[in-house]
């Protein structure tokens, strides 16, 4: 039987005999909350989490009323981090809300946005944060059962967590009577099968239901109808494992960090020809030309920056003169550029805009679900332009094409893959076209 | 259609799969992804076999299993060799390794040489995109993958 007793026996213990090494930051920026476990501890042993505090937060939510815990997560300000920027309080109070013996969590571990794996790295180096904040989430909504539904592409992962879930029935953290309550709570790893679309809540809703992982209409929103019709409150990873903390350390300890309308912090994962690849933790609100000098640390040698590209193939560049705009989710929302799940891809000049933007546009063709005309037929469209215009067999009117497809599919998709898989052509015709015009036949000079 | 001959024990293996996941709510993906582990692949007959053990109509089971990108109702082969076109591997030179692999085994888009050895597949983010591009050979990860390399990656898995 798990008791506050007994977390303190389990970190007593271990704290005789470890002694954790905090990782060394070296530079002004970053801060390690999310990630003040990853590389510390050993993932696959549940008891050093324990004894990092580890679900002491899940303790403290026990003793808490289902409104105060939801009251802490509105003070704190937490937006999800997987893209749509939802306050996270709000949603759980919808569904707390919301009448129903049977309520679900679900754990949106769906990372599919290519540049983006700071999921990844949460799962697989801190297992426990995620399931910790999705058992949070369910004493706040009155939930009982809750899944992880995890990418197949990340085996890793899969072997973590099924470790993870193992030991907090062993220790009698996840099963019934947890914590000497009436608080039941069981969790169930359902696996994707390589569909992206499965990102977005309601298709993913509809993938564990064992159907294919198109996207409902909305409303009713999950929070009222989700799962099996019951109210389900659906949440990243990198959301989910900052809710401990926000539990222990009060709402105002996170709204305090970073820019007022995203508070806290942000995992960025970047990739690219910098020196620096890799993921790290700001505060929100810092300028992007900061995360391009002082964490990604420049181009490589031999390489010269011609832009940054937020949210991958949905996403918008951003050219040199740009970069004073600042991370958030608002600061970042303008024209197709998005803060997106944080993920940042650098591009030289060897990289050709329109070779890009026909690669992205096979990526979201391929990834259309094919439930609605505007993507599934749109998509293609795009694609075809842009193969065309990149073979150099374009003419004027094709750019004129291009642009009025790009304008229809965002406009009259039935979901946000649609509403978003043009981002990139109108970004790419607005800051590269003279890239675009210079493959036209008629521009090129030789006919 | 499937290549795939199924004996009397093979039925009887598929339907133990179906009834293994049968405790679940919605077992359907749950055995598509048995079936495609076991088979490396979901022939018609299981298709079938499930349609029927699950009460759900054959155009179901199909369209769920041709939708996602995991499973496939041809059998690949021996060797899967998966490049990630994801956005982070293209901006490093993906396609290049695409079309390099594709020529040198004499294969086009869709997937699978001629003697049914080896299959590529294009695939999107591996998660790794801090050392791209990447690509995974009968799911072992390879990352930060030039020309050179792919060269004697491919001789560790084929001939």
Redesign the interface.
Known sequence: MINIAKLQEIKDEILRSIEFNEIKITNKYEVRKKLRNVDVINPMKIEEYIARDGYLGLYKSLNMTPEEVIQTMKESGLRGRGGAGFPTGLKWQFAFQAPSEQKYIIVNAD???????MD?ILLEKDPHSVIEGMMIAAVAIGASKGYIYLR????TAKKVLDKALADCYKHNILGSKIFDTDFIFDV?I???????ICGEETALIE???????QPRLKPPFPVVEGL?NKPTVVNNVETLSIVPQIICEGGSWFKKIGNPTTPGTKIH?????VNN???YELPTGLPVRVLFNDIAGGMKPGYDFKAV?FG??SGGFLREHELFRRTGFDTLARNGVQMGAG?L?F?SQD?DIVS?CR??A??NQ??S?GRCVPCREGTVRLHQLLSKIEREEGVSEDLIKLEETAIYIINSSFCGLGQSAANTVLSGLEKFRDEFEAKLINNRGDK | MSRMKISKNEVDNIKSIIKKNSNHDTPLIEILHEINNVYKCVPLIASKIISEALDISMSSVRSTCTFYDFFTEEPLGDTVIQVCEGASCVVSGAEELTSVLKKKLSIDEKHTTKDNKVSVEIVYCNGHCDKAPTMKINEKLYTDVDLFDMGAILKEHIE
């Open positions: 990372e599919g946005i290519p540049g983006d794996f990844r197949k592409e990340y085996p169930e359902r696996l994707g099968a390589g569909a992206y993938s564990i239901e064992g159907k294919k992982g099996y994962t970047i990739s690219g020809k690849p890799g993921y590209l991958g193939p993920g891809i591009l990289n890009l690669s992205f096979k990526f391929n990834e679900c």
